[in-house]
């Protein structure tokens, strides 16, 4: 853009220099009359000159005889702008005051031909007109002889051609008194005038010898009138101006028309030269006059030969200017044209030398460029370096955060677990008991932290999920205050929930709202006094569900309102607080794309509102809960409320084993003390170890640890679920792996619990127990004539398991031989393997099972009268009848012969 300009500037710089050779001047040129032929010569003659400069322009008006028209195009004129005046006056005075104002105003003021009459203006050019008066009057007297009578026809008398040549006359005259002025007409200039006034007075005068005519035309006129009137008689006419070619006085005189004529020239070639001398600051004369002479009959020819020549040369002039003009056209255009082309020459060479520059310029960056680019990757790879750095730095602080989350979880289910245990036992005096409440609240409270700060872990690695589902808020808030009912009384605490709804269906996780609640009732009851009031309330409104939590305790200033749900935020009453709860629940709310916020004032107490939307049509697929997730809602009794005593469980009389697999020593021992009373316990801290213990002594039940040394629980859940020889033993994952994900994996690799640290001594021994109980259910429905009904009961494998083993007894009923060895054999079994597997699954041990099948065999059989008792003893495998009946009679209660005269 910046170069196109350049070039535009430079061409016109050009352009200007092509047409600049000389200034520009106008000149404006103010004829009185344009009729005539003498005044057209002028106009030629002035155009002639003025050609040889080429920036000159004339312009012309033409006043057609008429003063004040005259003066009128000169004033025009001057508001033109012209640079220089030309004029011929009509008359004198009536034209003085605007040539004097264009002399005065600066423009230069060239007279021609007539004057005016002041001395203001520039110069004059014009004939000699007194001269021509007296020439005339000379030429006549001497024609005359001395003695005649002439008539005089004048101009118009207020022009000063025709006052000076009546004065040049009068004074030739003056010395030849014999020669007679016998009238002087006012012909005005004009043929038909002085045509009209001759005729007036030439009759009067027959004997008139000469008329003077001031000019061509009056001569002319002249001639015309005497030949009207005196057409016998030759008047002598004698005129002025001495005009060249056809219609010429030269022409006249040669034709013998008119006697003589002065030549009176135009001026018009002077007058320009004059002007151009001014304007182009050059010397000049102010009085410029010119010379007259007179033309007869002596020297007509040789004067009309040369004036021939001379309008015959101005021919080839002016065909030779126009020619020139042509050429000087064709000139300029190609001299334009050449200035374009070198303009455009030049500018091609700047725009070229700019691209060269440009061009090496580019290298230079391209070059620099790349070294900067070259620095910056470096510097980013060592970012990118850092930023690893970073990330592995903040992953180890994460996978450190969460393992020290781990072990704080641990230490706490001992402190939590033997407390509880403590308190149930009641052994205790009140004030242990009020010592251990008090530990078991602090443990508590550090464990809800703990907990808290594993959330916001959470939280900010993006990997919390939502799992909602549709719930009933109002009993789901009634559910919740269950836990403060208690403290409510006790503190005389007004707590109530204020809803006309008495149900409405919201989404959400029911964990993270049950954490947002608890939390706000945990904070209402602490900063709510004794008699106090805590209300909640739940409504609807349009689309959504509001909860507020209203107490009338010390409330919050305007600052903690505004801190309120900020991390980490202390107000005024920080010594109750972490500054975690309420950030932590404004998280929960938010991803359920809800609101909470605070309200009060200082002293009257603080509103917490929770605002959810309504429907599910607002989370992702994914945020939807699916069947398999357990959410364990244990681990949270912040409150001081005590635990329920539960019931003493029964001690059977033989004592199931159950295998403890995990690696904390002291938890291992705490949840040893908790079952050696009840279970044969046997211990492994390893996850190898434990795994090869479960296939060794087949425990009637596993606990384990998830995160162990040498395997991991849900490896040994998957490896004892897929063997043949423990597939019926139930498997209960205790971990404080507690995320929804992690419960998944362990209920994925078939556990039959999964119960999260810290956990509750009383729960875990609840969970067993029940376990257990589920076992001795299938295994009364399993073992005897049932079997089948159910063992719908059992999984893939066991079912499996049991459809074997009964094959194989059936099919071998009759072989006395038949031994839990060679079963076990068959079915790669050990033979404790099979004996704990088929007790376990069954009830009772393998020899027991073979018995029973064979006296269900020998039951079918008796009931056939063709058989011997001999026979059947030997068909069911017994060694002699004696022995059969023996065992018939010890299991049914009657002998075989009996039964069968019974039954058949
Ligand atoms: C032309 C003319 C001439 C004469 C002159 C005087 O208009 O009449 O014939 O010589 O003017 O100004």
Request: aromatic fraction near 6%; glycine fraction near 6%; proline fraction near 4%.
């Amino acid at each position: 853009m910046r170069l196109a300009l350049i070039a535009l500037l430079l061409l016109t710089l050009f352009a200007g220099c092509a047409g600049k050779q000389e200034d520009a001047y106008v000149i404006g040129f103010s004829q009185c009359t344009g009729d005539d032929e003498w005044r057209r010569a002028m106009l030629d003659g002035m155009q002639r000159e003025l050609a040889f400069h080429n920036n000159t322009k004339l312009i012309f008006r033409d006043a057609h005889a008429n003063s004040a028209v005259q003066v009128k195009q000169i004033e025009e004129l001057l508001r033109n702008g012209i640079h220089l005046l030309i004029v011929s006056p009509n008359e004198s005075d009536p034209l003085t005051p605007v040539i004097e104002k264009a002399y005065k105003q600066g423009v230069p003021v060239v007279v021609v031909d007539r004057r005016t009459s002041s001395p203001y203006y520039t110069a004059y050019v014009g004939g000699d007109n007194y001269q021509v008066g007296k020439t005339v009057g000379e030429y006549a007297a001497a024609l005359l002889g001395g003695n005649g009578k002439m008539i005089e026809i004048t101009g118009l008398p207020r022009s000063s051609p025709a006052s000076d040549r009546h004065r040049g006359l009068v004074d030739a005259l003056a010395t030849r008194p014999s020669i007679r002025r016998v009238a002087t007409l006012n012909g005005q200039w004009q043929k038909d005038i002085a045509k009209s006034e001759l005729r007036k007075v030439l009759p009067r005068f027959p004997d008139l010898d000469l008329i003077f005519a001031q000019n061509e035309v009056m001569a002319m006129g002249a001639r015309e009138v005497c030949n009207d009137i005196f057409p016998d008689r030759k008047i002598r006419v004698i005129g002025v101006d001495g005009l060249p070619g056809q219609f010429g006085d030269i022409q006249m005189v040669y034709d013998g028309h008119i006697t003589a004529t002065a030549l009176y020239p135009t001026g018009g070639e002077e007058a320009a030269r004059v002007a151009m001398n001014i304007l182009q600051k050059q010397p000049y004369q102010k009085e410029n006059l010119l010379q007259t002479a007179i033309i007869d009959s002596s020297n007509v020819r040789m004067i009309k030969m040369q004036t021939d020549k001379m309008i015959s040369q101005q021919n080839d002039i002016e065909r030779q200017q126009a020619r020139i003009d042509e050429q000087l056209e064709i000139y300029q255009t190609q001299r334009g044209l050449l200035y374009v082309m070198t303009g455009l020459f030049i500018v091609s060479i700047i725009l070229g030398s700019v691209a060269l520059y440009s061009l090496i310029e580019n290298k230079k960056i391209n070059r620099e460029l790349n070294s900067k680019n070259e620095e910056i990757v470096v510097q980013r790879n060592r970012i990118q370096d850092i930023a690893e750095k970073a990330q592995e730095a903040t992953e180890s602080k994460f996978r450190f955060f969460t393992n020290i989350s781990h072990e704080f979880r641990t230490p706490l289910t001992l402190i939590l677990g033997p407390v509880e245990e403590l308190l149930r036992q009641k052994n205790e005096s009140p004030a242990v008991r009020k010592n251990l409440s008090l530990v078991q609240k602090n443990a508590t409270r550090l464990l809800w932290l703990v907990n808290q700060l594993m959330d916001f872990r959470k939280i900010e690695s993006g990997k919390i999920r939502l799992q909602v589902s549709g719930n009933d808020m109002v009993a789901f808030v009634r559910e919740l205050m269950l836990p403060f009912d208690q403290v409510a009384r006790k503190r005389r605490i007004d707590f109530r929930l204020v809803t006309a709804l008495p149900a409405l269906e919201v989404w959400f996780d029911r964990d993270m709202m049950d954490k947002v609640f608890f939390n706000l009732l945990s904070n209402a009851f602490k900063f709510t006094p004794d008699w106090g009031r805590i209300y909640i309330h739940i409504s609807q409104a349009g689309e959504n569900v509001v909860v507020s939590v209203q107490d009338n305790g010390s409330g919050l200033s305007d600052a903690d309102m505004a801190g309120a749900f900020e991390m980490f935020y202390q107000g005024k009453n920080s010594t109750k607080g972490t500054g975690l709860g309420l950030p932590l629940s404004r998280e929960f709310v938010e991803l359920h794309q809800g609101t909470i916020a605070a309200d009060g004032k200082k002293g009257e107490g603080a509103i917490f509102t929770v605002t959810l939307p309504l429907g599910q049509a607002h989370f992702q697929p994914e945020d939807l809960a699916d069947a398999a997730t357990i959410t364990s809602a244990f681990g949270r009794t912040a409150v001081q409320n005590e635990p329920e005593p539960q019931p003493a469980q029964p001690l059977p009389a033989d004592l199931p084993s159950v295998l403890l697999i995990e690696d904390n020593e002291d938890l291992l021992g705490f949840v040893n003390a908790l079952l050696q009373d009840q279970y044969q316990v046997s211990t492994a801290t390893d996850g190898r170890a434990g795994l090869d213990q479960c296939f060794e002594t087949v425990p009637d039940l596993v606990v384990c640890d998830v995160m162990l040394p040498g395997m991991d629980g849900l490896e040994i859940t998957a490896a004892l679920k897929s063997d043949l020889r423990t597939s019926h033993i139930p498997v209960i994952l205790l971990t404080a792996k507690n995320t929804p994900e992690q419960q998944v994996e362990g209920m994925q690799a078939r556990a039959d619990m999964y119960i999260t640290k810290p956990f509750s001594p009383q729960f875990l021994q609840e969970s067993i127990a029940s376990l257990l109980a589920n076992r001795q259910l299938l295994r009364n429905t399993h073992f005897g004539p049932g079997v089948a009904e159910a063992e719908a009961g059992l999984s893939r494998l066991d079912k499996k398991f049991v459809n074997e083993l009964r094959a194989l007894i059936i099919a071998r009923l009759d072989d006395p031989a038949l031994t839990v060895e060679s079963l076990g054999k068959a079915l790669g079994l050990s033979r404790v393997q099979l004996f704990r597997k088929t007790k376990a699954l069954l009830g009772g041990g393998t020899n027991e099972l073979i018995l029973n099948l064979r006296l269900e065999k020998a039951c079918t059989l008796l009931r056939n009268p063709d058989l011997t008792m001999a026979e059947i003893a030997d068909q069911t495998g017994f060694t002699s009848q004696s022995y059969f009946s023996t065992v018939f009679k010890t299991h049914f209660g009657v002998s075989p012969k009996d039964w069968r005269m019974v039954r058949s």
